[in-house]
């Protein structure tokens, strides 16, 4: 079976689309509730997003900075998957602790990472996965 990172797929049953600031406190706090680890947002488009172009954004700076305050209250952090320098550096910001996929940072943007003491998750897996199983997986 393929198990590559779970935004290949749609959101389905492991994520949920919320608007606003008060949704998204209210969206951290369930999942937690429901026994959340960690929160991961999707802080850019992607590379399997058709809809969702990779240059594009997630979230405003104010709900970024709110999942990752509802986050740090329960004791974790939260993880971003974000491509782009702007969608890193925004994201690093606002607080969020690991960027996921990242693959496009540059050194400008790294250094800011290591200041802010985040870490980056290349996934390079989801990109062998989809070379190898993106089109049987439409
Ligand atoms: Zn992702």
Redesign the pocket.
């Known amino acids: 079976d393929l198990d590559v990172?779970?935004?290949?797929y749609k959101l389905g049953n492991i994520g949920r689309v919320v608007d606003g600031v008060d949704a998204c406190r209210l969206a951290v706090r369930e999942e937690i509730l429901k026994g959340a680890t960690q929160i991961?947002v999707?802080a850019s488009g992607?590379v399997a997003s058709p809809n969702d172009p990779i240059g594009n954004l997630g979230y405003s700076e104010a709900e970024l900075r709110a999942i990752v305050e509802e986050a740090s209250n329960a004791s974790t952090y939260v993880m971003a998957?974000a491509y782009t320098p702007r969608a890193i550096a925004r994201a690093v910001r606002c607080g969020v602790r690991t960027i996921?996929?990242g693959n496009l940072v540059d050194a400008a943007t790294a250094d800011l990472m290591a200041e802010m003491g985040a870490f980056m998750v290349p996934?390079l897996i989801?990109y062998e996965g989809l070379a190898n199983e993106g089109e049987r997986y439409g």
């Open positions: 990172c779970s935004c290949a991961k999707m992607g998957h996921e996929h996934t989801t």
